[in-house]
């Protein structure tokens, strides 16, 4: 197949938080930015149009190219991408957005404590509450349930999830800041537009409006100042450095039926790697023990981590109602607990039939790190979470987790983090501090930076990663504007 080229002056890959936030303050500064995704575009609007795992586990458009085993999936560019760990399995997300679509929606801020505990010492946190933060939540519209719908029939499991804690002894439960238009659930609630939302239709992607992901957002003002080229089906399959300093990119362009139908060469001047923690970390890694870029930090692949997550499921004697009003949205901040600090959310699961099931999700800080490296023969992550890296940690939450089932009266409670380990919450692998400078760039190699949550050493303390990852990206994006933009590209 031929193989055609192009050069560019700034190339970003993927368009998840870390991708959008960088693409979106270079085009405003005036830089052309190509955006390489490899999923495609999801456009919501009616039902049907994402893949419903709990109504058929099987729909192959959950699949990335077949990582994810459902029958014939190898030709889907589908919506997840499943990497198979030792101890530990990973989901990443692959479409325009990133995790923005498949995800809840949670954006908690991290306590400055915990977040001066977790993050490279060069992040300081005033600065991230009084202007990083800011500046995301605005951009992603951030915002808490209104009381009116937590008080609403089909809020009922939040607000029995609420009753539990208060009856554990934990610290009141209340709404945690979401990216949902609560008007757009009020009008669902009123029976003035089918409900989607308030039905739990969040569970890989919500089929109309309402929540608002990266594709309403960061994506679409980028691509307002016009200086925004995204191309979806764009796959990255090995970045180097040529003799002149330029980045070589070389990408797989796909079609709907993930068939590889171009390959394509770009040549830039300033690469930004967001393919998110598992997709970057492995085009680095891989470029390094190929020897197409040798002389990359001994610390790529490592300080990795899960954000702590614990899945549990109780089933209780108590209703829990059918079609429990979504996203996850009612959480406990155990962050003055003695033994550590805990937070505790309800995931709504919405089944059409009552299940006394209780979704429950528990974040805490691990105590250590995992570790990835890159399987040439199979062009393959090998990812290794030892035991140590969250037996401690895991104590905490899983106490905390018990005194909840038990205060709910739970009859069987399913630990899916004892079963079968994984995590969607996954961060590190070229953190800030030892593979990157205080701002992203890539030490030793100039005009390469790291955009996404690989910076962040495994954990962003008790709380969904994504708002951090993206006030991190507003965060470098503002210096790499002031200091290299004119100079290194
Ligand atoms: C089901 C689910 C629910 C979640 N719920 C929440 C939540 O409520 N709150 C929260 O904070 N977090 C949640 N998360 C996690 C959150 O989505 C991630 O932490 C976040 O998206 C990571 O952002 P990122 O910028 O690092 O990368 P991502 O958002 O993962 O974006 C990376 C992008 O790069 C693309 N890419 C990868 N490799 C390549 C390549 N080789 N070439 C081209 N493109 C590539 C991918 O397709 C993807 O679009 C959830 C995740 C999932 C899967």
Redesign the pocket.
């Known amino acids: 197949m031929a193989l055609r080229e192009e050069r560019h002056r700034a190339v970003v ?7 959008a936030v960088t693409a979106l303050r270079l085009t405003q500064a005036g830089v052309n930015v190509v955006m ?4 495609r575009r999801w456009v919501p609007g009616q039902a049907g149009v994402f893949p419903n795992p709990l109504k058929n586990p099987l729909d192959r458009r959950l699949s990335w190219r077949g990582t994810v085993p459902l029958p014939g999936s190898k030709n889907s560019p589908g919506l ?1 991408e499943f990497f198979d760990g030792k101890g530990m399995d990973v ?5 325009v957005g ?3 679509v ?6 908690l801020r991290p306590r400055g404590d915990h977040f001066t505990r977790v993050m490279p010492g060069a992040l300081d946190y005033e600065a991230f509450a009084q202007t990083w933060y800011p500046r995301a939540e605005a951009m992603l519209r951030v915002g808490r349930m209104p009381d009116d719908v937590l008080a609403s029939d089909r809020y009922r499991s939040s607000r029995q999830f609420a009753e539990y804690v208060r009856k554990a002894g934990l610290p009141e439960a209340a709404p945690v800041p979401m990216t949902v238009d609560w008007d757009v659930v009020r009008r669902e609630l009123r029976g003035e537009q089918r409900p989607l939302i308030s039905r739990g239709d969040v569970l ?1 992607g919500t089929n109309g409006a309402g929540k608002h992901s990266l594709d309403t957002n960061y994506l679409p003002a980028a691509e307002a100042t016009g200086r925004l080229d995204l191309r979806p089906l ?3 399959t090995s970045v180097r450095r040529d003799d002149a300093g330029r980045w070589i990119v070389d990408v797989d362009v796909l079609d709907g039926a993930a068939r590889l139908v171009e390959r394509l060469r770009i040549t830039t001047d300033a690469l930004f790697l ?4 598992m ?1 970057t970390t492995k ?1 680095l890694l891989k470029a390094r023990d190929t020897g197409a870029l040798p002389d990359l930090p001994d610390d790529l692949g490592r300080y990795w981590g899960t954000n702590g997550d614990l899945l549990v499921t109780a089933v209780l004697r108590d209703r829990t109602g059918t079609w429990q009003g979504g996203p ?1 949205n009612v959480a406990t901040l155990d962050w003055d607990n003695p033994d550590g600090p805990v937070t505790l959310l309800f995931a709504a699961l919405p089944f059409p039939a009552e299940t006394h099931a209780m979704q429950l999700v528990g974040m805490v800080i691990p105590d250590g790190h995992g570790s990835m490296t890159y399987d040439s023969a199979r062009d393959r992550l090998r990812i290794v979470w030892p035991k140590e890296a969250d037996a401690g940690a895991m104590t905490i939450a899983r106490a905390r987790m018990w005194r909840l089932t038990r205060a709910a009266g739970a009859v069987t409670v399913f630990d899916a983090t004892r079963s079968a380990p994984s995590t ?2 996954q961060l590190g692998g070229a953190v800030i501090g030892k593979v990157c400078d205080p701002h992203g760039r890539v030490l030793g190699q100039r005009g390469l930076y790291v955009t ?2 690989a910076l962040i050493p495994g954990s962003t303390a008790c709380a ?4 951090t ?1 993206a006030a991190l990206a507003e965060r470098n994006a503002a210096t790499v504007v002031a200091d290299d933009v004119g100079s290194v590209f």
């Open positions: 890959i993927g368009s998840g938080f870390g991708g390489l995704e490899r999923g997840l989901v990443a997300p692959a479409c990133g995790g923005s498949p995800y809840h929606g949670m954006s890989i764009h796959d990255v967001g393919a998110g923690t997709n085009l996850a969607f919450h996404d949550g969904n990663p994504s708002l990852i």
